[in-house]
């Protein structure tokens, strides 16, 4: 039994720059008060998008906005499948309170990863509003959470899997559909 795998460019990085324009441009549209406003970025690749979105907003509206970094690791309720990874470190240092808390991330598949963020981002205050930005939504709920910001909207199979690139991690921007067969 031989497995195939195909893969399909899905955004070239002038998209990713782009989609980062346009999620930029929601928030700020959405959001008032940036005086406020926090991105917190999930590890891993929501971590460096964060850092994106604040810059953009920066260019933007000439305001800086607070990022922080989001490990959920022990948060989630699927350890016994997925085993022990070495979390990264958490980084958020200042209080949620009253603030409009903004999570980052890359993806959004079934939506755990974003049930465990929420569970962990109140273990640093009282946010006024959490909202949810992501670069792709791929669809598949197995809970009831729906992104606030998307970037692009993408129809997949579940088997299927969506990988995004990011040039502060892997040394170029994109986001390929892979398919794997038998």
Excluded: W
């Excluded at 990085?13 to 008032?32: D, G």
């Excluded at 009831?144 to 995004?164: M, Y």
Aim: net charge negative.
């Amino acid at each position: 039994m031989n497995n195939l795998t195909k893969v399909v460019e899905i955004s070239s990085p002038e998209e990713i720059k782009y989609f980062i324009t346009h999620l930029s441009s929601q928030i700020i549209e959405q959001t008032r008060g940036l005086s406020q406003l926090v991105l917190i970025g999930i590890y891993t690749r929501g971590v460096p998008l964060a850092e994106l979105l604040a810059g953009q907003i920066e260019i933007l509206e000439g305001k800086s906005v607070l990022v922080g970094a989001l490990d959920i690791t022990f948060y989630r309720d699927d350890l016994n499948l997925i085993g022990l990874r070495t979390p990264a470190k958490t980084d958020i240092p200042f209080d949620l309170t009253g603030k409009t808390v903004i999570l980052v991330d890359d993806v959004i598949f079934k939506g755990r990863t974003i049930r465990a963020a929420l569970n962990a981002v109140t273990e640093y205050g009282r946010p006024k509003v959490i909202r949810l930005a992501v670069l792709v939504d791929r669809g598949h709920r197995e809970v009831p959470i729906h992104p606030d910001f998307i970037g692009k909207k993408l129809t997949t199979a579940k088997e299927e899997i969506v990988r995004v690139y990011l040039q502060d991690i892997d040394g170029k921007d994109g986001v390929e559909l892979i398919a794997v067969g038998n």
